[in-house]
């Protein structure tokens, strides 16, 4: 069992940065999948970014490009979001969320109790 907590979520205004983190409570093997997900209030949950533990090849939305960056550090067993140029849309809860499939169609089976992000204008 993953247990996954996210930590680093805030209020910030336009055009600020945050950066989450998201602390595995075991050693992530190199098959895992570790994404970032986020669900803003009466909208449905869409994923941000994931990385391939094994070799930190990454993949981001639309939404994120350019101004997110998902990286991790292996000894530490954590994954991180470094978010950019913050913009009122990207208010949302973040959800770190891991799973044991090479990055191949993720089922994500383990997940965080998320942290808030809020962005004022």
């Known amino acids: 069992l993953v247990q996954l907590v996210e930590s680093g979520g805030g209020s910030v205004q336009a055009g600020g940065s945050l950066r989450l983190s998201c602390a595995a409570s075991i050693s992530i093997y190199s098959n895992y999948c570790m994404g970032w997900f986020r669900q803003a209030q009466g909208k449905e949950r869409e994923q941000v970014a994931y990385?391939?533990?094994?070799?930190?090849?990454?993949s981001y939305a639309d939404s994120g490009k350019g101004r997110f960056t998902i990286s991790r550090d292996i000894t530490k067993n954590t994954v991180y979001l470094l978010m950019n140029s913050l913009k009122p849309e990207d208010t949302a809860m973040y959800y770190c969320?891991?799973?044991?499939?090479?990055?191949?169609?993720?089922?994500?089976?383990?997940w965080g109790q998320g942290t808030q992000v809020t962005v004022s204008s």
């Open positions: 969320a891991a799973d044991p499939s090479f990055c191949q169609g993720s089922s994500w089976p383990y």
């Open positions: 990385i391939y533990w094994l070799n930190g090849a990454t």
